[in-house]
């Protein structure tokens, strides 16, 4: 069932400026999202892989159309292969074993398919994804921050100045009474003489706030930077 007059389904420039002018505004909106938590592929990214995808869609309808025959989906189904190399273009793994790019590669895996319907006339279908894809990147965060707290579960990268304030440092979580803790030294790290860098990977006990835990532990003497995983 249509939700539009029907100039906006058939190959015409109306149905055609409409899909791509959409895409470039959906495409835009998730890449602005990106680009604000400073991700690689930001607002310019989004929107080419998304009116690419539109227009990959528009292309292989108004062949259908023109011909009388052919397979509606085969150029779509390359574009989902293709962006699946781009995607991953933006994973890595830092120095600190932890890896970057998921959500960024997702997102551009999303904006491919997003335009993908928006280039075939899917509106509704596109419209209702990109606002769960929007909400997702934009406020589920904050709500997956809040249960990780809740589980009292601590991942930490931490950098303190010496050896031995790295043995205190070690007496000193023992003293907290965690359910338990294990530590990674990392070899890169700030590069300061004397230096160590390492993780922390910590269960806290019944009782204990997460909040207050993670603020002793800055609190440390020694410590310099401590940033959760």
Same mark, same amino acid.
């Given at each position: 069932?249509?939700?539009?007059?029907?100039? %906006?389904?058939?190959? =015409?420039?109306?149905?055609?400026?409409?899909?791509?002018?959409?895409?470039? $505004?959906?495409?835009?909106?998730?890449? /602005?999202?990106?680009?604000?938590? =400073?991700?690689?592929?930001?607002?310019?990214?989004?929107? /080419?892989?998304?009116?690419?995808?539109?227009? +990959?869609? !528009?292309?292989?309808?108004?062949?259908?159309?023109?011909?009388?025959? @052919?397979? *509606?989906?085969?150029? @779509?189904?390359?574009?989902?292969?293709?962006?699946?190399?781009? @995607?991953?273009?933006?994973?890595?793994?830092?120095?600190? =074993?932890?890896?970057?790019? !998921?959500?960024?590669?997702?997102?551009?895996?999303?904006?491919?398919?997003?335009?993908?319907?928006?280039?075939?006339?899917?509106?509704?279908?596109?419209?209702?994804?990109?606002?769960?894809?929007? /909400?997702? !990147?934009?406020? /589920? *965060?904050?709500?997956?921050?809040? %249960?990780?707290?809740?589980?009292?579960?601590?991942?930490?990268?931490?950098?303190? &100045?010496?050896?031995?304030?790295?043995?205190?440092? +070690?007496?000193?979580?023992?003293?907290?009474?965690?359910?338990? %803790?294990?530590?990674?030294?990392? =070899?890169?790290?700030?590069?300061? *003489?004397?230096?160590?860098?390492?993780?922390?990977?910590?269960?806290?006990?019944?009782?204990?706030?997460?909040?207050? $835990?993670?603020?002793?532990?800055?609190? %440390?003497?020694?410590?310099? !930077? +401590? &940033? &959760?995983?």
């Amino acid at each position: 069932m249509y939700i539009l007059p029907d100039v %906006f389904y058939d190959i =015409n420039i109306t149905s055609t400026a409409t899909r791509l002018i959409l895409a470039v $505004i959906i495409g835009g909106l998730i890449g /602005l999202e990106r680009g604000a938590s =400073n991700h690689a592929a930001g607002f310019r990214t989004h929107i /080419l892989v998304c009116v690419g995808s539109a227009l +990959v869609m !528009l292309t292989n309808e108004y062949i259908c159309y023109l011909y009388g025959a @052919g397979d *509606p989906a085969r150029l @779509g189904a390359q574009v989902i292969t293709g962006v699946g190399f781009l @995607g991953a273009g933006t994973i890595m793994m830092t120095g600190r =074993n932890k890896i970057k790019g !998921l959500t960024t590669a997702a997102g551009l895996w999303a904006s491919a398919c997003l335009g993908l319907a928006i280039g075939i006339g899917y509106y509704s279908g596109a419209l209702i994804a990109a606002g769960l894809v929007l /909400l997702s !990147l934009a406020l /589920l *965060p904050k709500v997956e921050d809040f %249960f990780y707290k809740m589980t009292k579960s601590m991942d930490l990268y931490i950098e303190i &100045e010496s050896v031995e304030q790295f043995k205190f440092f +070690v007496k000193h979580l023992r003293s907290l009474e965690t359910k338990h %803790f294990k530590t990674e030294i990392i =070899n890169e790290g700030s590069g300061l *003489p004397g230096a160590i860098c390492f993780q922390l990977d910590m269960k806290l006990g019944k009782g204990q706030n997460y909040e207050e $835990i993670l603020d002793d532990i800055k609190a %440390f003497d020694g410590i310099w !930077l +401590v &940033e &959760e995983m």
